[in-house]
């Protein structure tokens, strides 16, 4: 039943997407002939025509589902090539910025959440909860720019832009190492924000959870403190944590898109911002849908995940 309403979704989300680019001021003619400097209206008609942008909406609209059940997003005219092809060679880097980004948001939140709720009127408690405030109010651009400074100028430790190196040659390791070090200021980017978020719920979750009934009877019994939580309480306090991952997972999708422009980042941002500035619709209407897909997908995921932790979850109503 979820497959069917994820498909739903995205069905209506591709329409959606169509309909509001529809009603954008200008199309494809438009563009092309802006960047020709100039054309008559026969060149403007026929570019239409070519397009299929002189017939009705509906029948527009017809044609672009049939085109995306084939796997066909049609031609980007600013890049001149298949829509679907330049997506899947650009999905790959945002995919590895995210997953990273979501992994580490992920790790820190949690070990600082439990760290803080272990030991609520500690100093450690209170770092984590100014972190926390500060990771959540600042935009990821202005964090980005501030790395982006502070590794350009002062430390050059991390490469602080592009994916790779062009002039690095070598093995899978070699490779491995270069991207891995054009990934830390990204990710560490638009993790920030999310470490902040994850680390409250955490501790929030965590403090709840240590005061059930069950965690005292289990301390009643004579276990330790680290039994306690790591068999007992780290589990049941999980699944608010998975299941804000997976809400915030399309936030996380969007941060992509400026922290890509900042580093430079070769993926569906990068791509997604040049297609804008060039009104290449084909190419944002691609990338709304692949963005849309992955996030339906990601959000899928996090539904067994969460039924992994938490076998209830796949019996309530």
């Known amino acids: 039943m979820r497959v069917f309403y994820a498909v739903v979704l995205l069905a209506a989300v591709l329409v959606l997407n169509f309909s509001l680019m529809h009603l954008a001021p200008g199309d ?54 298949p829509v679907t092809q330049l997506i899947l060679q650009r999905l790959p880097a945002t995919l590895l910025l995210v997953i990273s980004a979501q992994i580490l948001a992920l790790v820190l939140g949690v070990v600082l959440g439990v760290y803080s709720a272990r030991k609520p009127n500690s100093i450690a408690n209170y770092f984590v ?10 935009p990821v651009f202005w964090t980005g720019i501030l790395l982006l400074i502070a590794f350009s100028l002062k430390i050059p430790w991390f490469p602080v832009a592009g994916m790779r190196d062009v ?12 991207v891995a070090r054009h990934l830390v200021l990204p990710m560490i980017t638009l993790s920030s924000i999310f470490i902040a978020l994850y680390s409250r719920l955490s501790r929030a979750t965590m403090m709840e959870t240590l005061g059930a009934d069950y965690i005292r009877t289990a301390k009643a019994k004579g276990l330790s403190n680290r039994q306690v939580i790591y068999k007992h309480a780290l589990k049941n306090s999980l699944s608010p944590v998975i299941t804000q991952a997976g809400i915030q997972f399309s936030a996380m999708m969007s941060g992509a898109v400026l922290v890509e422009a900042v580093f430079s980042w070769p993926g569906l941002g990068t791509l997604a911002f040049q297609s804008i500035i060039a009104r290449d619709t084909p190419t944002i209407l691609g990338i709304l849908f692949f963005s849309a897909l992955v996030v339906i997908v990601g959000n899928l995921l996090t539904d067994l995940a969460l039924r992994l932790v938490d076998p209830r979850v796949g019996g309530r109503k």
């Not at 002189?54 to 589902?65: M, T």
């Not at 002039?167 to 270069?178: L, R, V």
């Open 129 to 138: 909860t100014f972190f926390s405030l500060f990771g959540y109010s600042a």
């Open 28 to 81: 494809v003619a438009d563009t092309i002939s802006q960047s020709m400097g100039g054309a008559d209206q026969e060149i403007l008609d026929k570019i239409r025509a070519d397009y299929g942008l002189d017939k009705p909406f509906l029948v527009q609209l017809g044609h672009y589902i049939g085109r995306v059940l084939q796997f066909d997003l049609g031609h980007s005219f600013f890049f001149n090539q």
């Open 167 to 178: 002039t690095i040659s070598g093995g899978f390791w070699i490779q491995f190492w270069d």
